[in-house]
């Protein structure tokens, strides 16, 4: 008889008809009620075995850990908290798991800290917060690509060794396969690296953005979804070396549009959440209510979970020019009090996380897109303003995240981005390519890139990056 998910299973009728399952056992109690969990969903389904039918070889073995077939009927529910529980009438171990090594780790009184559980890949996939942070994780990947299609967007897959280096100057991890021992040198010590792989240097991406504006300017609407690689060393909870990026990019869109766009997409994926995993999230709201009873009372979040992600669906963003943020800021409390790490003394300050967190938490109270940043600080593709100083560039801003959208209209006209390059120091030669769309039929588009972790973090109310991620990759760290 073919197996049934337990997710499915909870949602039956009791009937008398004989149904198999399968799945780790989560708990055995008075040797006689199994919770049987099997990753289909957060719940378990009891199992109720009657001992004396059974063989106590048989009932040693279902231990915390082990994986079991069970063949029964669904029953009505005893017990609170769900419709039916199955009546065994069959039990197999088929993988015994060592009582002794479980009670140390799964059992142990002291619940596994996030931390230890990264370190400990079989152990983690187990417990109901990495459970439910990754199906939440995999449902909101199929509503990005859900949403993308069906607005009309190509899906578009861009290199992961990239050959231009333009963007990401120190941020990027090499790619060779050149002897690191006995490397080909030129005459003046300098790598040769005519003789490697790719007869030239090369890269992991650091974003597709480049190769995707050359889509769109022939299939009008892309968008990437893959990972993007970072070697910059910032040890926080909102950075890794190896995250996941998505980047819509559509011609004929200005910045308008692009935030337009960058809102109605987040409200949509979130929706798709809130209707689509609705035990994992009840399951992480308790959790992050839990976690913050230990958290002085200013600390902790105004609104639970859901209440949260629904006020996101619920209102518009906020819409801020940047010069209208650095007034806000300057003459903000923490600013005039010096509680700002940095502070914000004029126009043309770089913003850090304290100051786009102040703005989002404490001065609007809601998601923010900040809009029209000085050229200086942003990169040489955005758009330049009329005013010659400020770019048409946009971050979406998050409560509890900081950044989590960055994007902008790209500069279109040939002679303005061909002298923008240079005073940036950006090769031409490396960028040809890049020029050349501005050569063929230009015109007005835009596009963001959106942390795929980054939304995680804030849909599942984690605080840290590292746990929404199933093999983080961060400064001296890429265990498995
Ligand atoms: P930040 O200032 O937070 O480092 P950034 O300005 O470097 O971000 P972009 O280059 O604009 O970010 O990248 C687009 C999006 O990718 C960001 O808005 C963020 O959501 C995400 N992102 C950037 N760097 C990382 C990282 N190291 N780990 C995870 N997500 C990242
Ligand atoms: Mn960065």
Same mark, same amino acid.
């Given at each position: 008889?073919?197996?049934?998910?337990?997710?499915?299973?909870?949602?039956?009728?009791p009937?008398?008809?004989?149904?198999?399952?399968?799945?780790?056992?989560?708990?055995?109690?008075?040797?006689?009620?199994?919770?049987?969990?099997?990753?289909?969903?957060?719940?378990?389904?009891?199992?109720v075995?009657?001992?004396?039918?059974?063989?106590?070889?048989?009932?040693?073995?279902?231990?915390?850990?082990?994986?079991?077939?069970?063949?029964?009927?669904?029953?009505?529910?005893?017990?609170?908290?769900?419709?039916?529980?199955?009546?065994?009438?069959?039990?197999?171990?088929?993988?015994?798991?060592?009582?002794?090594?479980?009670?140390?780790?799964?059992?142990?009184?002291?619940?596994?800290?996030?931390?230890?559980?990264?370190?400990?890949?079989?152990l983690?996939?187990?417990?109901?917060?990495?459970?439910?942070?990754?199906?939440?994780?995999?449902?909101?990947?199929?509503a990005?690509?859900?949403?993308?299609?069906?607005?009309?967007?190509?899906?578009m897959?861009?290199?992961?060794?990239?050959?231009?280096?333009?963007?990401?100057?120190?941020?990027?991890?090499?790619?060779?396969?050149?002897?690191?021992?006995?490397?080909?040198l030129?005459?003046?010590?300098?790598?040769?690296?005519?003789?490697?792989?790719?007869?030239?240097?090369?890269?992991?991406?650091?974003?597709g953005?480049?190769e995707?504006?050359?889509?769109?300017?022939?299939?009008g609407?892309?968008?990437?979804?893959?990972?993007?690689?970072r070697?910059?060393? %910032?040890?926080?909870? $909102?950075h890794?070396? /190896?995250?996941?990026m998505?980047? @819509?990019?559509?011609? &004929?869109?200005?910045l !308008?549009?692009?935030?337009?766009?960058?809102?109605?997409?987040?409200?949509?994926?979130?929706n798709?959440?809130?209707?689509?995993?609705?035990?994992?999230?009840?399951?992480?709201?308790?959790?992050?209510?839990?976690?913050?009873?230990?958290?002085?009372?200013?600390?902790?979040?105004?609104?639970?979970?859901?209440?949260?992600?629904?006020?996101?669906?619920?209102?518009n963003?906020?819409?801020?020019?940047?010069?209208?943020?650095?007034?806000?800021?300057k003459?903000?409390?923490?600013n005039?009090?010096k509680?700002?790490?940095?502070?914000?003394?004029?126009?043309?300050?770089?913003?850090? %996380?304290?100051?786009? $967190?102040?703005l989002? /938490?404490?001065?609007?109270?809601? @998601?923010?897109?900040? &809009?029209?940043y000085? !050229?200086?600080?942003?990169?040489?593709?955005?758009?330049?303003?009329d005013?010659?100083?400020?770019?048409?560039?946009?971050?979406?801003?998050?409560?509890?995240?900081?950044?989590?959208?960055?994007?902008?209209?790209?500069e279109?006209?040939y002679?303005?981005?061909?002298e923008?390059?240079?005073?940036?120091?950006?090769?031409?030669?490396?960028?040809h390519?890049?020029?050349?769309?501005?050569?063929?039929?230009?015109?007005?588009?835009?596009?963001?890139?959106?942390?795929f972790?980054r939304?995680?973090?804030?849909?599942?109310?984690?605080?840290?990056?590292?746990?929404?991620?199933?093999?983080?990759r961060?400064?001296?760290?890429?265990?498995?």
């Amino acid at each position: 008889m073919k197996a049934t998910d337990i997710a499915h299973l909870l949602q039956q009728e009791p009937s008398l008809t004989e149904v198999t399952t399968r799945g780790w056992v989560r708990a055995f109690r008075s040797n006689r009620f199994i919770a049987l969990n099997d990753g289909s969903t957060i719940n378990n389904i009891q199992c109720v075995v009657n001992f004396e039918n059974f063989d106590e070889d048989v009932l040693k073995d279902i231990t915390v850990g082990a994986a079991i077939e069970v063949k029964g009927t669904l029953v009505e529910s005893q017990g609170q908290g769900q419709k039916v529980e199955i009546q065994v009438s069959a039990v197999e171990v088929l993988g015994k798991a060592d009582p002794e090594e479980v009670k140390l780790t799964i059992l142990s009184p002291k619940r596994h800290s996030l931390e230890k559980l990264r370190e400990q890949a079989h152990l983690r996939v187990r417990t109901n917060t990495f459970g439910a942070i990754m199906r939440v994780r995999s449902k909101l990947s199929f509503a990005i690509h859900e949403y993308f299609q069906k607005n009309g967007f190509n899906y578009m897959h861009t290199p992961i060794i990239t050959g231009s280096d333009a963007e990401g100057a120190g941020e990027m991890f090499k790619v060779t396969n050149l002897d690191i021992k006995n490397t080909p040198l030129h005459e003046d010590g300098t790598v040769n690296y005519k003789e490697d792989f790719f007869e030239k240097e090369t890269n992991l991406t650091v974003s597709g953005q480049l190769e995707a504006e050359t889509f769109a300017m022939g299939l009008g609407k892309v968008y990437t979804f893959g990972p993007t690689f970072r070697a910059e060393n %910032s040890n926080t909870s $909102r950075h890794l070396a /190896e995250f996941w990026m998505i980047e @819509p990019e559509v011609a &004929f869109n200005d910045l !308008a549009d692009n935030m337009d766009l960058a809102e109605d997409f987040i409200k949509y994926v979130l929706n798709y959440a809130l209707e689509h995993c609705a035990d994992d999230l009840e399951f992480l709201e308790n959790r992050l209510l839990q976690e913050e009873k230990s958290k002085p009372q200013a600390e902790r979040s105004e609104m639970a979970l859901r209440d949260k992600l629904k006020f996101v669906l619920e209102n518009n963003f906020k819409r801020v020019s940047y010069t209208e943020a650095i007034d806000i800021l300057k003459r903000s409390k923490p600013n005039q009090k010096k509680k700002f790490k940095y502070l914000i003394e004029e126009w043309g300050a770089d913003l850090q %996380s304290e100051h786009e $967190r102040f703005l989002v /938490e404490k001065h609007f109270k809601c @998601p923010v897109i900040l &809009f029209d940043y000085p !050229a200086k600080i942003k990169a040489f593709y955005m758009r330049l303003n009329d005013d010659g100083k400020t770019v048409r560039a946009m971050d979406v801003l998050f409560p509890g995240i900081g950044e989590i959208v960055g994007g902008s209209q790209r500069e279109e006209r040939y002679d303005v981005l061909k002298e923008k390059m240079a005073a940036m120091d950006i090769s031409e030669e490396e960028l040809h390519w890049y020029l050349d769309l501005r050569k063929f039929g230009t015109c007005v588009h835009s596009g963001f890139g959106l942390g795929f972790e980054r939304l995680v973090l804030f849909a599942t109310g984690m605080g840290n990056i590292r746990d929404v991620i199933p093999y983080p990759r961060t400064p001296g760290n890429a265990s498995f």
